[in-house]
Structures are given as C-alpha cells and as structure tokens.
T-cell receptor, first 111, second 115 residues
Framework: QKEVEQNSGPLSVPEGAIASLNCTYSDRGSQSFFWYRQYSGKSPELIMSIYSNGDKEDGRFTAQLNKASQYVSLLIRDSQPSDSATYLCAVKTVRNTPLVFGKGTRLSVIA | EAGVVQSPRYKIIEKKQPVAFWCNPISGHNTLYWYRQNLGQGPELLIRYENEEAVDDSQLPKDRFSAERLKGVDSTLKIQPAELGDSAVYLC?????????????FGPGTRLTVL
C-alpha cells in the first residue's frame, strides 16, 4: 500500500524563524510531489509542486526533493503567524494513479 | 480566473436521508475529482472523471454513493441513504488533465453532518 508519512506535530516555531516540514513516501515510482496548506475549516490550497531532485524556491517557500531517500520537505523562511496551518504532503506516481496525501503537519508560528 | 465552486457549503441531515453535492470545476479543466476528508486526515479519493467518464471509482462505496458528470463539466455526488460514518468534508478538485505533473486545485468543500 502506497503511504505518505508526516509528523502530525504541532511544530512550533517563533516568528521570523525557518519552519521545516518533512514527508516520506513508500512508492519509489512516485513522480510528482505537492505541498498544500490547509487553514482550520478551509480546503487545501496548493503552494508548491516539485518533480525533480533538488530545491525549488517560490518566495519564502522552498521545496526539497530527494528521490533516493524518498523524502520531500518544505522550508518556510521568515515564518509569520499567518503561516500557522496544517501542511499536507501529496504524492503521485504515474498517470492513472491517485494523489496520495499524508495526514498533515500542524504548524504553529508564535508571535 | 474563478476557482472550483461547490455547493452547499454545509449540510446537516438525519441518517437514512439522501444528500447531494454539486461541483463546478475550473474552466478548461478536463479532470475532476471527488475526495472525502475526515478530521485529522488527508483527503482520500472517491472518484475521478476524465471529461464525462469515471475512470477511477475503486474507493467509491457504490452501495450508497453515486456520481455523475454530465456534459463533462459540472458534477454531482450523491449519498443515499446517508449513515453516521459519512460525516466528513467532501471536496471537489480539478486539474487540466490526469498526468503526474497536473496540479489539482480544490474547491471550498461541503461539510456534511449526519445525525
């Protein structure tokens, strides 16, 4: 069974610090990796996608992918209280397989 | 560009009653997904449509759940009869296509409470 594992948290970081969120996956055939942010009572919002090994930066967010070690991470620089949310990692293999989500990591940024 | 639209946003029903959810995907998105999200869990796929064809419904409880996507645009998900365990958030998402790099965008969801 394909699995995506995340630490449920809460991960607490002070305002202005770097928040590091990690995700491991079991299927070596996984091709695409997504990070979604979900505020309490809201739906998931796509913030990053990454498809090849290495880093991908978008503003304060950096996604890191290491297929050999089967992990993907999300770094949030200069964390703000508004970043407090649950971050969902999602993984997809090839065309006709579903997107598999982890349970999410709850991030709390303390002002 | 408008996002994925869902209605209703909230629904409270008694068990054994029917309920239906409606979704309008992002314009031009051929692939539509229905997910269910339980508290503290990630979304789980119920059914995926490519245009009007259901191509992955292996996780859809077919004894009580049904879905349709007439004309390949809007979609409706129905539960009949609802059970207590169906209480969850039902999310609709869409993407340009089904390939691995196609990003999925979610609607606001429908929070269902079955009493």
């Amino acid at each position: 069974q394909k699995e995506v594992e995340q630490n449920s948290g809460p991960l607490s970081v002070p305002e202005g610090a770097i928040a590091s969120l990690n995700c491991t996956y079991s299927d070596r055939g996984s091709q695409s990796f997504f990070w979604y942010r979900q505020y309490s009572g809201k739906s998931p919002e796509l913030i990053m996608s990454i498809y090849s090994n290495g880093d991908k930066e978008d503003g304060r967010f950096t996604a890191q992918l290491n297929k050999a070690s089967q992990y993907v991470s999300l770094l949030i620089r200069d964390s703000q209280p508004s970043d407090s949310a649950t971050y969902l990692c999602a993984v997809k293999t090839v065309r006709n397989t579903p997107l598999v989500f982890g349970k999410g990591t709850r991030l709390s940024v303390i002002a | 560009e408008a996002g994925v639209v869902q209605s209703p946003r909230y629904k409270i029903i008694e068990k054994k009653q029917p309920v239906a959810f409606w979704c309008n995907p992002i314009s031009g998105h051929n692939t539509l997904y229905w997910y269910r999200q339980n508290l503290g869990q990630g979304p789980e796929l119920l059914i995926r449509y490519e245009n009007e064809e259901a191509v992955d419904d292996s996780q859809l409880p077919k004894d009580r759940f049904s879905a349709e996507r007439l004309k390949g645009v809007d979609s409706t998900l129905k539960i009949q009869p609802a059970e207590l365990g169906d209480s969850a958030v039902y999310l609709c998402a869409s993407s340009l296509g089904p390939t691995y790099y196609n990003e999925q965008f979610f609607g606001p969801g429908t929070r269902l409470t079955v009493l």
